[in-house]
T-cell receptor, first 114, second 111 residues
Framework: GAGVSQSPRYKVAKRGQDVALRCDPISGHVSLFWYQQALGQGPEFLTYFQNEAQLDKSGLPSDRFFAERPEGSVSTLKIQRTQQEDSAVYLC????????????FGPGTRLTVL | GNSVTQMEGPVTLSEEAFLTINCTYTATGYPSLFWYVQYPGEGLQLLLKATKADDKGSNKGFEATYRKETTSFHLEKGSVQVSDSAVYFCALKTSGDKIIFGKGTRLHILP
C-alpha cells in the first residue's frame, strides 16, 4: 500500500522566493504533522492537523510559515520570502487516529535556499 | 521543558559486535518513548516503543527498556549487521501529539 508521499523531493530556491511543499498522507489517516529537520539534527515539530483543523502550530518558526489542509487530506506547507536558515528537510507524517497510534513518515522534501 | 539527549556519533562497530546507544530524557508527566531509524535514502521508521516504566520495546533484534528511575531508554543489540547501518533517533511523546526527537546517532557497521 502507498505510504506518505511528499513533493517535490528536492527544491532549490533563491532567497526571497516563496515555496510550497506538498504532503499526501496515507489514505484515511486523520492526523497530519509537519516537522523540520536541519542538517545533523533531529526533526523538530512545526504543526499538527486533525482532519482540516490545525490544532497546534506552536512550532512554526515565524509568520512566514503557513500550513493548510483544506479538505482534511493533502496538506501544503508554504514558506514566504525564504531565507537561508530555512534550508532543511521538511518531513510530513500521518497517523490513523488520535492518541498513541504510530506516526508514519514521508521521505521528506530537501529545501535549499541560496 | 521536554527534551531528549542521546550519545553523539558516529559510532563505528564491526559486524557481530554488541551495540549500545545511550538515551536520556527530561519530561513532565509520563512520556511514551521511542526509537526511530532512518536508513540511507529512506524516511524515518518506528523501530520500537515503550509506553510505561519498565516496559521493554523490541524489534529486529533491538531492545530498549523504559527506566523511570534513571530517565533512560538505551538502545541495545547483541550482534549488529552491516544492514543496521543507519541514523537512530531517540524520541518521546507526552500527553500532547508532537514527538520530540534527539539529535540522532549515526551508526556504521564494518564487514
Amino acid at each position: 500500500g502507498a505510504g506518505v508521499s511528499q513533493s517535490p523531493r528536492y527544491k532549490v530556491a533563491k532567497r526571497g522566493q516563496d515555496v510550497a511543499l506538498r504532503c499526501d498522507p496515507i489514505s484515511g489517516h486523520v492526523s497530519l504533522f509537519w516537522y523540520q529537520q536541519a542538517l545533523g539534527q533531529g526533526p523538530e515539530f512545526l504543526t499538527y492537523f486533525q482532519n482540516e483543523a490545525q490544532l497546534d502550530k506552536s512550532g512554526l518558526p515565524s509568520d512566514r510559515f503557513f500550513a493548510e489542509r483544506p479538505e482534511g487530506s493533502v496538506s501544503t506547507l508554504k514558506i514566504q520570502r525564504t531565507q537561508q536558515e530555512d534550508s532543511a528537510v521538511y518531513l510530513c507524517a500521518s497517523r490513523k487516529t488520535s492518541g498513541y497510534d504510530e506516526q508514519f513518515f514521508g521521505p521528506g522534501t530537501r529545501l535549499t535556499v541560496l | 521543558g521536554n527534551s531528549v539527549t542521546q550519545m553523539e556519533g558516529p559510532v563505528t562497530l564491526s559486524e557481530e559486535a554488541f551495540l549500545t546507544i545511550n538515551c536520556t530524557y527530561t519530561a513532565t508527566g509520563y512520556p511514551s518513548l521511542f526509537w526511530y531509524v532512518q536508513y540511507p535514502g529512506e524516511g524515518l521508521q518506528l523501530l520500537l516503543k515503550a509506553t510505561k516504566a519498565d516496559d521493554k520495546g523490541s524489534n529486529k533484534g533491538f531492545e530498549a527498556t523504559y527506566r523511570k528511575e534513571t530517565t533512560s531508554f538505551h538502545l541495545e543489540k547483541g550482534s549488529v549487521q552491516v544492514s543496521d547501518s543507519a541514523v537512530y533517533f531517540c524520541a518521546l511523546k507526552t500527553s500532547g501529539d508532537k514527538i520530540i526527537f534527539g539529535k540522532g546517532t549515526r551508526l556504521h557497521i564494518l564487514p
